[in-house]
Every structure is written in C-alpha cells, then in structure tokens.
C-alpha cells in the first residue's frame, strides 16, 4: 500500500472507500505496533489533552524531513496548460480523497470511539453538520465515516463530478471542493495529532508528509482552504512546507503573493 505522488497514481488504482471494514493491511498493523509495545485502546480520550503529551512528535526534525520522495509539489500542483480547471480539481481532489482515506485506513483500527471520543485536532474540536445543517456531536472515526461516505457520493456523481464528453461541471462545483479540502483537511490533521504514534510505528510518517505536503500546496494553489481553518497546523505547515516551493504567509489572507503565478487567478476568474 502506497501513498505515492499523486500524480503518478490515477483513481482506478486505489482501493474504494470501505465503510466500516477494517482497512487491507489492517491485520498486519496490530501485531507491528504490538511488537513496539502500543496498546489500542487504553490512551487518553482525545479532546482532553494531557499536558505532559503536549510535545507534538510530528514536529521533531527527525520526523519531519520524513518523506517518500523529494519531488517539487510546487511544480506538480500548477495547473498544466490546455487541461481545464474543473477537470484538474476535480481530478486532484478525487486522488487526494483516496489517499487520505488509505492513509487514515493504516490506523483506523486505533482510532475508536473510546480513543477519540471527538473529533479533535489540538484545542479543536469539530462536529459534523448533516444535510439540514444540524449539529452532530460525534466520534473520531464517525467523523471520519461522514467525511468519506459524503465525499465518496459526490465524487461518484456524475452531476457534481462529471465523467463523460460534454457534461458540465455545475455552478457549486468550485465551493463544493472547497468543502471537500476542509473535511479532508480535519482527517489528515487529526491523524497527526491523535494518530502519529501510530504512524510512526509504521513507519508511514514519510507517507503522511508527503501527502500532506502535496494535498496543502494544492489547495493553496487554487485557495482552496481558508487559511483560518489550516491555522490549528501552521506550525506542521511552515516546516513541511517551507522546503517544497510553498512558503505560508501564516495568515491573512488570499494567498497574494503565496501562489504560483497567476495561479488565484484562475480561481478568481470564475
Ligand atoms: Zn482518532
């Protein structure tokens, strides 16, 4: 199982979104991480963090110089010439979608309802809004399966993602994605904070980097994600992405000055 560049992989070649199974290569994982003496289900609940552990491991060097190749995502993430934007997006994100859920897949058997009993992400906690916008207070991994079952249905919709000649992208499509990058945002944040033991454990922490280092300077390129909700993994985000081309102004804004050339523009545009 391979987290490789996105771009050499195309989306018949990852597994679909398994709801409530247990991953490939799950079965493997308990006896690895037994072996390194981790237990699965006697951590802290998540939400309410000791502050003993509030070293954030995914921040030491020896962990974050981690990665799976040294390729320029910077470079990868522009969009190419004479490929429409919507098609690019749409692409992008439907690879991203199944990398993080294969990433999340090595250590959801880790990640329980009694482990993380929320949804959380530093001094975060988030909630999941069903389609009439109500407020669901949820588990960890139920988070998990509301973020992958609703973006596996609109990456499956051929009305929202369409496949074939001459259908169109609809007029949302641009916010929809955005919604997507912010679900898929949460996952791979809360995979750093409550799950880096374990993916150290498994040595997939060069995985998770460079996954993560892809899938930002993707959505920073066509601003996909509001720099307000990255700001809970600035800290990650400087020292992961400082090296690839990307370097974060932290803050405020739109990206000006952030992005590759021209590359808000084409969002802009639209
Ligand atoms: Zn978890």
Not at 64 to 92: C, G, M, Y
Not at 127 to 148: H, I, L, N, S
Request: aromatic share 10%; hydrophobic share 35%; net charge negative.
């Amino acid at each position: 199982m391979a987290c490789s560049p996105l771009g050499s992989l195309g989306p018949h070649c990852n597994p679909p979104f398994q709801m409530g199974r247990p991953s490939p290569g799950c079965s493997c994982l308990g006896g690895a991480l037994g072996l390194m003496g981790m237990q699965k289900s006697k951590a802290k609940p998540n939400g309410k963090k000791p502050a003993a552990e509030e070293r954030k491991a995914y921040l030491e060097p020896e962990h974050t110089k981690a990665r799976i190749t040294d390729f320029q995502f910077k470079e990868l993430v522009v969009l190419p010439h004479e490929i429409d934007l919507n098609e690019w997006l749409a692409s992008n994100t439907t690879t991203f979608f199944h990398h993080i859920n294969l990433q999340y897949s090595t250590i959801s058997e880790f990640c329980t309802g009694e482990t993380c009993q929320t949804m959380a992400v530093c001094n975060t906690q988030y909630y999941w809004y069903d389609e009439r916008g109500k407020k669901v207070k949820c588990t960890a991994p139920q988070y998990v399966d509301f973020v992958m079952s609703s973006v596996q249905k609109l990456v499956t919709d051929e009305d929202v993602f369409p496949t074939k000649y001459g259908r169109e992208f609809p007029s949302s499509f641009e916010s929809l994605v955005r919604k997507i990058c912010r679900h898929l945002f949460h996952v791979l944040a809360h995979i750093y904070w409550a799950h880096f033991k374990e993916t150290l454990a498994l040595e997939l922490h060069g995985h998770l980097n460079t996954l993560y280092v892809h899938f930002i300077l993707f959505a920073r390129e066509f601003n996909l994600l509001d720099p307000k909700e990255t700001a809970i993994m600035d800290d990650l985000t400087e020292v992961l992405c400082s090296g690839a081309g990307g370097v974060h102004s932290g803050g405020s804004g739109d990206g000006a000055g952030s992005g590759g050339p021209g590359a808000q523009n084409h969002v802009k545009e639209r």
